[in-house]
């Protein structure tokens, strides 16, 4: 079972249908592919509804791609976390995902 260990978490009123442990932008969007990011969300949630957003400390996302332990991450266009290319930091991974849909520590 992962884990999660969130320090700070705030609410963003919600842009569009936010689904559950992916990156969130400030905006209550979905991120674009390496776009900045405010943090994760931890359920879904509707359009206009306050989205909770995991934004200091360990969250649990949903892995994109396969991604290494300890690999830093970026967001993609579903706010999945990747490995890290020429985006903007999102975090780091401290679960290794071997495939898209598993559940890392970031």
Sequence with gaps: ?????????????????????????????????????LGVTNANYNLGEQAGVCV?????????????????????????AITKAAGALAGRALDAATAAGQFIRV
């Excluded at 700070?8 to 776009?35: K, N």
């Excluded at 200091?56 to 993609?76: N, P, S």
């Design 1 to 37: 079972m992962k884990t999660e260990i969130p320090l700070l978490t705030l609410s963003v009123l919600a842009a569009a249908a936010l689904s559950g442990r992916r990156f969130v932008t400030t905006a209550g969007a979905v991120p674009a592919a390496g776009a900045k990011v």
């Design 56 to 80: 200091l400390g360990v969250a649990v996302v949903e892995a994109g791609a396969a991604v290494a332990l300890d690999d830093d991450v970026q967001t993609d266009a579903a706010g999945r």
